[in-house]
């Protein structure tokens, strides 16, 4: 896992340096320690679909309900989420939650190919364990704000939207190719120019821009998206331009047990 960090002057995002992580614990002991106040995005689902947990009967309430899903060997989980798709008509297999068509993001429950369920069940654990604020699902410390992010949100703003969007990275070697070579660099070019609807301009030491556009796993560069997705958040709240009925931090009114990806349009 890679975590980026870095500093909000005014409309300028300064990367200060990337943290690696082998293990889950060793990423959820970073965000226990004792630092200064952060504000981060987090490239995992926070909450689960409404209608799926509904139709499981699983608890409505936020809190209860991530406990109670974390606490199931993911063996269960997935036989639970097959049996929910498996009752469904074709094309409608997955519940969405309400965030997930505005942001162009994988449904909360997929269990393959992203399998983001899982990444919601490894990583909230971890949020809940650093005692962190999630705005409008679970009160923490204000000093440890986590946001849920998409770095394909904003990547698909620079590269096109589906179905036609240019692919940027790839974990398998034979599709680390010189065209998602060039499309890393667009971004990050894009970025350091500040050519988003965010208004923010990144700034990049050369040695940092390079390994940004090198890593073709696209790690490191979509921890540097969630940085802008976490910064733009910051700036809103320290505006003041946050919607007077959402819970802050840019974020609009949204369901308390779904939860929504930072800087994702309201409808």
Wanted: net charge neutral; glycine share 8%; aromatic share 8%.
């Amino acid at each position: 896992m890679v975590l980026a960090l870095g500093q909000l002057q005014a409309s300028r995002v300064t990367l200060t340096r990337l943290e690696r992580f082998d293990t889950l614990t060793a990423w959820a002991d970073w965000l226990a320690a004792p630092r200064p106040p952060w504000v981060g995005g987090f490239d995992l689902p926070f909450g689960l679909p409404r209608e799926l947990v509904e139709s499981l009967n699983w608890p409505r309430d936020w809190l209860a309900c991530i406990q109670h899903y974390t606490a199931l060997p993911r063996a269960d989980i997935r036989t639970a989420f097959a049996a929910f798709c498996d009752a469904r008509p074709v094309g409608h297999k997955f519940a969405h939650r309400a965030t997930d068509g505005p942001a162009g993001s994988s449904p909360s429950m997929k269990w393959v190919n992203p399998p983001v369920a899982y990444m919601l069940h490894a990583g909230v654990p971890g949020l809940l364990a650093a005692q962190a604020h999630l705005p409008g699902l679970h009160a923490g410390r204000a000093d440890r704000v986590a946001l849920e992010a998409y770095p394909g949100l904003l990547a698909r703003e620079l590269l096109g939207a589906a179905p036609r969007s240019r692919s940027y990275k790839s974990d398998d070697l034979a599709k680390q190719t010189p065209e998602r070579l060039i499309a890393r660099k667009d971004i990050v070019n894009a970025l350091e120019q500040g050519l988003t609807r965010l208004g923010l301009r990144l700034k990049l030491s050369p040695a940092q821009h390079d390994t940004l556009v090198a890593d073709a796993s696209g790690d490191s560069l979509d921890a540097v998206l969630c940085l802008m997705q976490a910064a733009w958040a910051a700036q809103q709240q320290a505006q003041g331009r946050s919607p007077p009925d959402g819970p802050g931090w840019g974020l609009p009114a949204f369901d308390p047990l779904e939860g929504w990806i930072v800087s994702s349009p309201a409808s």
